[in-house]
């Protein structure tokens, strides 16, 4: 049976990979070593030295052994409340 592609979107998640101070000025070099890993890229925020994907759960661990990464964050969502609504 194969998996549904609502089923990979539920699996997949987005990540904030930050790079290293010394390796902003080679943050392709990263990128292309992200990728290599299965991180498939967003964005590359190469000013901030950071680079936004998505993948897999199980990837968070693969990305955080690729040299010049300093951290490997999940996407934090915020939303407001509804305007409609009562505040709570």
Do not use: F
Request: charged residues 25%; proline residues 3%; without cysteine.
């Amino acid at each position: 049976m194969s998996e549904s592609s609502d089923d990979r979107a539920a699996s997949s998640h987005t990540y904030i990979v930050t790079v290293t101070a010394t390796y902003t000025a080679r943050i392709d070099q990263v990128v292309s070593s992200l990728e290599a890993s299965g991180l498939r890229i967003n964005k590359v925020l190469g000013t901030l030295g950071q680079v936004i994907g998505h993948g897999d759960e199980e990837l968070r661990a693969q990305l955080q052994q690729v040299e010049g990464v300093q951290s490997v964050d999940d996407e934090k969502v915020y939303r407001l409340p509804n305007p409609e609504e009562p505040l709570q």
